[in-house]
T-cell receptor, first 115, second 114 residues
Framework: EPEVTQTPSHQVTQMGQEVILRCVPI?????FYWYRQILGQKVEFLVS????????KSEIFDDQFSVERPDGSNFTLKIRSTKLEDSAMYFC?????????????FGPGTRLTVT | AQKVTQAQTEISVVEKEDVTLDCVYE???????LFWYKQPPSGELVFLIR??????QNEISGRYSWNFQKSTSSFNFTITASQVVDSAVYFC???????????FGGGTRLMVKP
């Protein structure tokens, strides 16, 4: 069964460093998303992406964040200068069609620890 | 703005008990979708069910059942004869018709003890 994959599973970085979280969505999917979950809290939407453009973003997704689809398979989330409060689990998701009625398939997550 | 509230932060039951997880939502949209996800200790998010706002028929899948009541803006989830493997955090989520984002509730941690 096709699945969303994410690398690395755990990333440790120092405050102020740049990190890139990588995701490989399901191959025929066109809609991509990033969410984050601070430890013990709820899952929060960051950004959605389609046709090489951001469709929607939350207030969390400020200028420190960017997303890119550098090739036909990867979808990345970059945090330019990490802060302690960026420590969280980051989930990538993809969907085959647009619309609330279509399931978003989630990857296993990348745990980001900022020290 | 959309909002999802899961008032029960933690529930503990003994195996074979039935348990209901509550979910209340707020939206101004007439077309919307409701979801339940399971997050086991390993951390991934596992899709359980999706309902649209026009379909209030209750659904049963094995030991799982869902009760959608538009009149009370609730989408509750019941596990019958709970098992230890059901121990997880369960999230209710809401999407508008555009589907650009899911709004999650705070989650309910279910602990099923043997």
């Amino acid at each position: 069964e096709p699945e969303v994959t994410q690398t690395p599973s755990h990333q440790v970085t120092q405050m102020g460093q740049e990190v890139i979280l990588r995701c490989v969505p399901i191959s025929n999917h066109l809609y991509f998303y990033w969410y984050r979950q601070i430890l013990g809290q709820k899952v929060e939407f960051l950004v959605s992406f389609y046709n090489n453009e951001i469709s929607e973003k939350s207030e969390i997704f400020d200028d420190q964040f960017s997303v890119e689809r550098p090739d036909g398979s990867n979808f990345t989330l970059k945090i330019r200068s990490t802060k302690l409060e960026d420590s969280a689990m980051y989930f990538c998701a993809s969907s085959g069609r647009q619309g609330g009625g279509y399931e978003q398939y989630f990857g296993p997550g990348t745990r980001l620890t900022v020290t | 703005a959309q909002k999802v509230t899961q008032a029960q932060t933690e529930i503990s039951v003994v195996e074979k008990e039935d348990v209901t997880l509550d979910c209340v939502y707020e939206t101004r949209d007439t077309t919307y979708y409701l979801f339940w996800y399971k997050q086991p200790p390993s951390g991934e998010l596992v899709f359980l069910i999706r309902r649209n706002s026009f379909d209030e028929q209750n659904e049963i899948s094995g030991r799982y059942s869902w009760n959608f009541q538009k009149s009370t803006s609730s989408f509750n989830f019941t596990i019958t004869a709970s098992q230890v493997v059901d121990s997880a955090v369960y999230f209710c989520a809401l999407s508008d018709n555009a589907g650009n984002m899911l709004t999650f509730g705070g989650g309910t941690r279910l602990m099923v003890k043997p």
